[in-house]
């Protein structure tokens, strides 16, 4: 399979079942207003999920019957594991988040006041699965391990950093998919990222049209994915300045709001618009 396939197949699951789940996602339980009032359906990131669970199923099956020898790679397994576990996480945080905390330091005050928030059960969860994929997909050192833990599970949260307005999440998705592709080339890691990228590609006219939200369940599992990527492509000097940037990064968003930043800056600005309705479209 080519990067080009594996991004059709991850492509072609999601628009289907985007369009064949509209009744599903039009239960009352994950109606949200989005950031202008609008009323839509929340974690439509959970087909991004599905997508890859259907795309690799069928993959497999397709390797059992004669087109390879049927083994699954480790790293695919990884990125396949990563998708499901924080897109679940994502899940539980759309579903039964009350949003009475914002970012990490506001459940983190709330846990330590005895209060655990669907936010912390997220990013705790993430962090504890992180740990566990980042030892299983490349062991090493203890250090080493926290620092490729650490860098996918910040990797996670920014893509839910990012989640503030119709289409952004896959946008940066995609602008960090493409140096990580090209490092990743057509290995197992490359194959199975470009399997999620595609599905992220296929929800991405029903976010920007503002039908419905990717959610955490979304960008949590597309920033995980990234995350995870990285960590089992790039060297570890590389992956220690990328983490160092992440939570760097993470920090920041704590004071400064990624929005604000992305309005005062025109090309920015300009790419973050791209495909959205327009502000009189609302309603």
Do not use: C
């Not at 926290?146 to 996918?152: E, G, H, P, R, T």
């Not at 595609?198 to 995980?224: K, Y």
């Not at 400064?256 to 992305?262: E, G, H, L, N, P």
């Amino acid at each position: 399979m080519t990067v080009v396939l594996a991004l059709l197949a991850g492509l072609a699951a999601s628009i289907v079942l985007e369009r064949t789940t509209r009744a599903v996602f039009a239960q009352p339980v994950l109606a949200r207003q989005n950031y202008r009032g609008a009323t839509l359906a929340t974690a439509s990131g959970l087909l991004v999920v599905v997508s890859v669970i259907a795309v690799e199923g069928a993959r497999t099956i397709i390797e059992l019957l004669g087109a390879s020898d049927g083994a699954t790679a480790r790293d695919r397994l990884a990125i396949v594991a990563t998708v499901v576990a924080f897109g679940a996480l994502g899940f539980i945080d759309d579903v039964l988040g009350d949003n009475a905390e914002k970012g990490l330091k506001g459940h983190v005050a709330a846990a330590l006041h005895g209060r655990v928030t669907t936010g912390f059960i997220k990013l705790g969860g993430g962090a504890a699965f992180a740990l566990v994929v980042a030892g299983a997909a490349l062991g090493g050192s203890a250090g080493r391990i926290l620092v490729d833990a650490a860098l996918i599970a910040l990797a996670a949260n920014m893509g839910n950093l990012f989640d503030r307005a119709p289409g952004r999440t896959i946008k940066v998705a995609l602008v960090a998919w493409v140096p990580i592709a090209v490092v990743a080339g057509t290995g197992a890691t490359g194959l199975a990222l470009a399997v999620v990228i595609g599905a992220a590609i296929g929800l991405l006219p029903s976010d920007l049209a503002e039908r419905s939200m990717l959610g955490d369940t979304g960008a949590n599992a597309l920033g995980a994915a990234l995350g995870l990527a990285v960590v089992l492509t790039v060297s570890p000097t590389a992956r220690t300045i990328i983490a160092i940037v992440l939570l760097a990064l993470t920090l920041v968003s704590e004071v400064v709001s990624f929005t604000a930043v992305i309005d005062r800056v025109p090309p920015l600005r300009a790419l973050d618009r791209l495909g959205r309705r327009p502000p009189e479209a609302a309603g």
